[in-house]
């Protein structure tokens, strides 16, 4: 709810900006002759996700907007957005908020496995009410992104998503070759080495060495 002079508190929860914009034009026309009120968001909170699928690690995640305010013409800062570091005397007309990424979300997962298929990967999003209700769903195909530089693939994700990394049956060894190159893996993989090497067991290696260098290493 958000409580304003003269009103009684209007409930806004799963509302969008222009919604809330128009709820309060209507509201305030009993007071105000022709309003004309603006509204914009001070500070995102952070959004919540779901990963599943063939990635290291599945789970909720929390993922966090990047704020910057352009604040005149030569003059850009990015603001921290923690949850206890209110923003102020910053002009909100001039504030953008830069969403995570799927490949955020792919980078925090610590990566893919042997059988994940980036060329579906499914998304399920919230629809919102003005646009109708219920439930969206995409295909994205983040190989387009690594192998073609398509970023429109690496679209913007929002509170609520859930994001299904689906299986190939068949290890796409390509696939593999191109994401081990990208920041998309993490910088250091573990592996276990066993047999007549001098050090057996698990160790860390660097993401992208041959099954050679790791002999090697051990």
Known sequence: FINLPDLNPIFVKDKTLSEVQDILNIQYDQFIYNPNI?????KPRDISVTLRGE?????LYNLQYEIINYSSKNSIS???NE??????????????FIAPKLSDLITKSNGITSNANLSNIIIIRNNPNINGGGKVKTKVNLLNLIENGDQSQNIELRDGDDVFVSRSENILI???LAINTSN????????????NVKKTGRTKLPS?????EAIAAS
């Open 38 to 42: 603006k509204v914009y968001l001070a």
């Open 55 to 59: 990635v290291n690690t599945t789970g």
């Open 78 to 80: 990015r603001i921290s």
């Open 83 to 96: 949850i206890d570091s209110p923003i102020r005397n910053i002009n909100l007309e001039k504030t953008v």
């Open 174 to 176: 390509d696939q593999l």
């Open 184 to 195: 998309l893996t993490p910088f250091e993989i573990n592996v276990f080495i066993n047999g």
């Open 208 to 212: 992208g060495i041959s099954l050679f």
